[in-house]
């Protein structure tokens, strides 16, 4: 439970590392960078605003700690010469969390699988399944680079994968994940309606939790997944407000159950 925990306080880790990233890649200097990462506690140096000076990703891999993170960005940088854009570096990242995470949650006891467990693999699905449909239908990327990213899953997801990024088009690739067709949209509009429904499935897993183990491990776990939750909704919100989104769209994307809290 406590590694779980631990791994999970890692992802401040990997958001400072990715926003270096972003950073790096449109030449952003070194106060504008520095507003944007998170100053992280004692324990977790080496990935915080001291990160804000650097001027490219191979420096950035080089001052990372060594660990996952710096094997992770090292290995995506090696891989992908000449195209290492910021779509293959962030996947390489989030696979490599990922993986790590599944492997904890490995450790769990039955009961707490069926919560916490359940949590973490709502997450691996959620990234598999924005992995293939933004690589092949927004960033037009190779199968065989997409293989190599999407993060360990079940047979049954891994054979989804497949499907989805072997699929003709946007439409197909929809049609196997509602398993019927889909209502046809833009393909913006197509990913963004996918991607909502994986966010709320992680929103009732993450509620289901909290009522089937409020006094156990399962609490702590759907606490952590509902706050994560609520930022990604406030984002949501930010953003919406800002392009003038109606109200009613801004709350078909909100997580469910926090629904009240923010419209």
Known sequence: RASLLEWQAARFQLENIKTMVRAIAAGADEKETGVLL???PAGMEGYGRELAGLKSLAD???????????D?????????PGKAAVFFLEAALERD??????????????GDRETAGALSAQEISSFNLALALRGKFL????????LRLYAPCTDREIRLFKAIISAGDLGGAQALVYGREPVPAGPAQGLAGI???ARRRYGRLAFRALRGDHLGFGAAAAYLALRRLETADLMTLAQG??????AAELERRLAPGLEAAHV
Request: hydrophobic share 50%; net charge negative; proline share 2%.
């Open 195 to 197: 991607e909502a429904l």
């Open 60 to 70: 950035l891999a080089s001052a990372l700690p060594e660990g996952i993170f710096r």
């Open 97 to 110: 969390y990922l993986a790590e995470l599944a492997a904890r949650a490995g450790g769990l006891n039955a």
């Open 139 to 146: 960033y037009g990327c190779r199968n065989t680079d997409l």
């Open 38 to 40: 998170l100053e992280l």
């Open 72 to 80: 992770s960005l090292a290995w995506a940088l090696a891989d992908y």
């Open 241 to 246: 407000l800002r392009l003038g989104v109606s």
